[in-house]
Structure formats: C-alpha cells, structure tokens
Nanobody
Framework: QLVESGGTLVQSGGSLRLSCATS????????MAWFRQAPGKEREFVIG????????EAGDSVKGRFAISRDNGKNTVYLQMNYLRPEDTAVYYC????????????????????WGQGTQVTVSS
C-alpha cells in the first residue's frame, strides 16, 4: 500500500515536497514514479526513479524543476517540486513497479503494479 502526503495549496513560483511511503513492504526492488492528473485531463507521467536510484526519467514539462529521490531505508520516495506553475495543479499519484534488475523507468501507467490514492496539489497564480 502506497500513501502519498504533502499536497497543499501553494503560490506560483513556490516549492513543495511530496512523500510516498509504504508500510509492510520494502521498496528496494521497485521502480518508483509519480504521475499526475489534472481536471479533465488524462493521467500523465511526471518523473520516475529505478530501483538503484541511478536512473531518473522526467516528463518534459517538469525537467529542471522537479526532482525525485528515494530513501530505501525509510521505504519512502520524495518528489521535490520547485518553480511551481498553475498548470502543475493536479492530483499527484505515487506508483510502483517491481523490477530489481533493469534500470528502465517506464512512462506508461500500465507498467505499474501498485498505486496510491493521490494527493492534491493546487498552485495559485
């Protein structure tokens, strides 16, 4: 079970850090990713990190502004969001995919096995 936290209302240009934690399951062997879904839009890939932490993939709209990190000892993944824009407003979801071998970070929803319930991020202009 994945549980996201940290979503809130923030002003444009501000920063926010989201967390995704799990209990009862180690994240060590999982690719972890963040997706988001804005009202009236499809869910989209934001950023992801492979099991080792050596490979990170990010969507074009967040490159240079968002960062992902993981603390396997705490079974937690973080999404650091900087220079937030109103168009970043969305429900942010954490997702996990079991893959302890490759360093591939898929961008497709269907590749992920586990999902959190989401946390709302609203960026005011």
């Amino acid at each position: 079970q994945l549980v996201e936290s940290g979503g809130t209302l923030v002003q444009s240009g501000g920063s926010l850090r989201l967390s995704c934690a799990t209990s009862g399951r180690s994240l060590n062997n999982y690719v972890m990713a963040w997706f988001r879904q804005a009202p009236g839009k499809e869910r989209e890939f934001v950023i992801g990190i492979d099991w080792s932490g050596r490979n990170i993939e990010a969507g074009d709209s967040v490159k240079g502004r968002f960062a992902i990190s993981r603390d396997n000892g705490k079974n937690t993944v973080y999404l650091q969001m900087n220079y937030l824009r109103p168009e970043d407003t969305a429900v942010y979801y954490c997702a996990a995919r079991w893959d302890p071998i490759s360093q591939v970070v898929p961008g497709a929803e269907k590749e992920y096995d586990y999902w959190g319930q989401g946390t709302q991020v609203t960026v005011s202009s």
